[in-house]
């Protein structure tokens, strides 16, 4: 079959997916995902049927200085994570890298991301909507 069938047949292939006007790498299995070497934006995703134009749903969305360092089964929100997944092999995870960011512009981008999808893990524990006071002192 020629290639051009094959993408009629299967459509093209994935590219990442996109959360407001950031573009993260193609959701994988947090079990078997390769952060890149890299800060930036992360989110946790679950399979969601009703999601679209990708089926998943946002569970929680991080910033890191290192995503090795933070995308962990050690990270402190991990069993939350894996309750709303149910499961391991339900949990997915996809980066945006921001090597040009930093920490509190991260932040910012975290925090409107939080506020526009509101995801679960996010807003456990009497968490509120997100407070960019705290981020307003730092930028001055």
């Known amino acids: 079959m020629k290639a051009t069938g094959w993408v009629q047949l299967c459509g093209p292939p994935r590219a990442g997916i996109r959360f407001d006007n950031r573009i993260f790498t193609e ?3 947090f079990a078997l995902a390769m952060p890149p070497v890299s800060s930036g934006i992360y989110v946790m995703l679950v399979p969601d049927p009703s999601c679209s134009p990708r089926a998943f ?3 929680y ?7 090795h360092d933070r995308v962990t089964d050690g990270h402190e929100l991990f069993d939350d994570w894996i309750g709303e997944a149910e499961g ?3 949990l997915y995870v996809a980066f945006c890298p921001t090597p040009l960011l930093r920490e509190v512009q991260r932040r910012w981008v975290e925090n409107d ?3 526009r999808y509101r995801p679960v893990c996010n807003l456990k524990d009497n968490q509120t909507e997100p407070s960019y006071q705290p981020l307003l002192r730092i930028a001055k």
Do not use: D
């Not at 969305?61 to 995503?67: D, I, K, R, V």
């Open 27 to 29: 959701p994988a299995p």
């Open 61 to 67: 969305f991080g910033e890191a200085g290192n995503f």
């Open 113 to 115: 991301l939080i506020a």
């Open 88 to 90: 391991v092999g339900n």
């Open 57 to 59: 749903r946002a569970i």
